[in-house]
């Protein structure tokens, strides 16, 4: 499944804990960017990889970044905090 946000096309992906987004920049040395939703947590991790190299992962703010623990809530959450995200 993907999602369309200002543009930008997120694949989505399930995961055992939840679901991932994931999406990569244009030009010549592209940044592979990621959310990922924690659900028993309801938590979301923001990702950037620059290749070859590996992910660079950290905790979205849970103060803005909140869910109401379903995978729905998740999905508007990504669609209303990724335009507040670098990319």
Do not use: C
């Amino acid at each position: 499944m993907a999602i369309e946000v200002d543009g930008v096309e997120l694949h989505e992906t399930s995961r055992g804990s939840g679901a991932a987004w994931r999406w990569s920049s244009h030009g010549p040395d592209p940044i592979d960017y990621e959310i990922q939703w924690v659900e028993n947590k309801d938590t979301f991790l923001y990702g950037t990889r620059v290749r070859p190299g590996g992910w660079n992962l950290s905790q979205l703010d849970p103060n803005t970044w909140v869910g109401d623990g379903t995978l729905e809530g998740a999905r508007d959450m990504v669609k209303r905090g990724l335009p507040t995200l670098p990319r």
